[in-house]
């Protein structure tokens, strides 16, 4: 194992280990579902120096993002697309962004939140290590570079003369394995003004909910606030706001500048500091029963599928997320569960999921075969997602959520 990605220090505590699996955006197509597939540990630790939650770097971000096969579009969740609308027309009213103005994004995926700045008539950039989702941002018109982000990237744009009022980087933070040269590059690209935003899941809620899914080997670390305001701390940025979001299961969403610029830290920095430190997150003890949570979450779900099974029934998934592939290679659940999947992305259609191997296919599938249970492998969507079927119900179809704990929903 590694030293801490951030700190230095020698990674000794276990967090939770789920075996071995594939890369999870990596669908295999059916011609190649005789052929091998490389499996890597998924072994998470915990540094008891800084308290940063992390998995080796086994899979180097070339591997995950470059090569234009990446599988995750994000333009494909009705939910997510009015959450990047909320954000930029809130982004828009606070910091007054106009013409004048200049946003960049990183891990700007298909332009889904860059293409309402767009609108709005302000200058953007996104920057985007997989090109087939910079191709679709641009085809949205909204320019986009594709390259990863760091502190030599931050350079060339400053050099370009080209620097953010507004920097976004969404659910990216965790993708980055020189963390300290992200935060770096985040601070040389800011204008001296600027604010930066990111959102990434909350290690509370990961260990508060049993999300043990959302561990994933494209997930290299998962952030407390206390940890996170360290880590941009620093890099002589100031982390002077913070909201905590419903999305992706519970996330945050902190606001930084430059350690000296005049933003005003709110009460709700100090506010939710004092709260993660009322639960120890600093102590190993906070850390220690989640792995046993994890192994109970994974018994009852297959005794659940066992007496299903048994009784004849029939069960389909719905959704291909990379959380899914965490769950099901797991747990061990395979065709011998669970008949196919479904997924509203065309580029997912017609693969087989990562190491199980079960098929996907689009959503009209559901309607076709009347499945007796339906496996809500994206249970952040849960809501969506049953309102999207509501029409199940007419063959008494009923909904399965695998965590924290299993549950039916009628
Ligand atoms: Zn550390």
Not at 140 to 168: N, Q, S, Y
Not at 245 to 254: E, M
Not at 302 to 323: D, H, M, N, S, W
């Amino acid at each position: 194992m590694s030293d801490c990605r951030f700190c230095g220090a020698a990674l000794e505590l276990s967090f939770v280990d789920l075996g071995s699996s594939p890369l999870c955006q990596r669908h295999v197509p059916r011609s190649q579902a005789l052929a091998p597939e490389a499996f890597f540990p998924l072994h998470a630790f915990v540094c008891t120096s800084c308290y940063l939650v992390q998995l080796e770097a086994l899979v180097p971000p070339e591997a995950i993002f470059g090569d234009g096969e990446y599988g995750y579009f994000a333009s494909f969740s009705d939910s997510w697309l009015a959450h990047a609308r909320e954000y930029v027309d809130r982004a828009s009213q606070r910091w007054g962004l106009d013409a004048h103005s200049f946003v960049a994004e990183i891990a700007s995926n298909d332009g889904y939140l860059l293409q309402n700045f767009v609108r709005r008539g302000v200058p953007v950039l996104g920057i985007e290590p997989a090109s087939n989702c910079a191709a679709a941002a641009r085809a949205k018109g909204v320019e986009t570079r594709v390259c990863f982000f760091g502190a030599e990237t931050a350079r060339e744009l400053v050099r370009e003369g080209k620097r953010p009022d507004l920097l976004i980087a969404n659910n990216v933070l965790a993708h980055v394995p020189e963390l300290n040269d992200f935060v770096a590059g985040l601070k040389l690209f800011l204008r001296e003004t600027g604010v930066v935003t990111l959102e990434f899941p909350h290690l509370l809620r990961l260990i508060a909910d049993n999300q043990f899914d959302t561990i994933y080997h494209e997930h290299y670390s998962y952030f407390s606030f206390s940890t996170v305001r360290r880590i941009f701390a620093a890099q002589g940025l100031r982390l002077f706001d913070v909201e905590e979001l419903a999305t992706h299961g519970g996330s945050l969403r902190i606001y930084g500048c430059h350690t000296g610029a005049t933003h005003l830290d709110t009460p709700r920095v100090a506010e939710l500091l004092a709260r993660e430190s009322a639960l120890g997150v600093e102590t190993p003890g906070y850390y220690a029963a989640f792995a046993e949570e994890v192994r109970e979450a994974k018994r009852a779900l297959l005794e659940f599928l066992i007496g299903v099974k048994r009784a004849g029934k029939r069960v389909a998934g719905y959704g291909a997320p990379g959380k899914g592939n965490t769950l099901l290679n797991y747990c061990g659940i395979r065709g011998d569960f669970i008949d196919y999947t479904v997924d509203r992305s065309p580029h997912k259609q017609n693969n087989l999921l990562p190491g199980s191997r079960i098929p996907i296919y689009a959503p009209e599938k559901i309607f076709e075969t009347k499945p007796d249970y339906i496996l809500i492998l994206p249970w952040n969507l849960r809501q969506e997602i049953m309102q999207q079927l509501a029409r199940v119900r007419a063959w008494g179809g009923k909904f399965v959520v695998p965590i924290p704990r299993v549950q039916v929903f009628e």
